[in-house]
């Protein structure tokens, strides 16, 4: 009992907002569809970094993307809207796009 409820204040205690992105990465399955630098059955990340390297308005595109999901970028397989907040998709894909 005591050591149950030990384990809950842990879990508890690290609250959404302090992930890191990669931590966000992976407890919202991003990495089941992609790899950092190999496409599994999306682009790898660092190859979507490359694509919009220079591109001003790429992180607030590719963020909207991650939250409604879309097809036709990289092939003719579909990404599945993902349930992050607002702040969440920029932040991801902000540090999608430093991957180098
Ligand atoms: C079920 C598999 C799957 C999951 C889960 C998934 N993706 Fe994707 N992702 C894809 C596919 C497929 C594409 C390519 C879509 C296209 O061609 O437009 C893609 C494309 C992308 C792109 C590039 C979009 C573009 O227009 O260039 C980014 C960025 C991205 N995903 C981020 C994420 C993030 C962040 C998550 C987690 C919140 C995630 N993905 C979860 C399959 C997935």
């Not at 005591?2 to 204040?9: E, H, M, Q, V």
């Not at 790898?44 to 590719?62: C, I, N, T, W």
């Amino acid at each position: 009992m005591i050591r149950s409820l030990a384990g809950l204040a842990l879990l508890a205690a690290a609250p959404a907002w302090a992930a890191t992105p990669q931590q966000l990465a992976n407890s919202k399955s991003c990495m089941a569809c992609h790899g950092m630098t190999q496409k599994i059955v999306g682009p790898g990340f660092k190859q979507v970094a490359e694509r919009y390297r220079g591109d001003p308005a790429a992180a607030a595109k590719l963020a909207a993307k991650i939250r409604s999901g879309g097809s036709g970028a990289w092939g003719s397989l579909s990404m599945p809207p993902a349930a992050v907040s607002d702040a969440e998709a920029k932040q991801l894909a902000t540090w999608i796009l430093q991957q180098k």
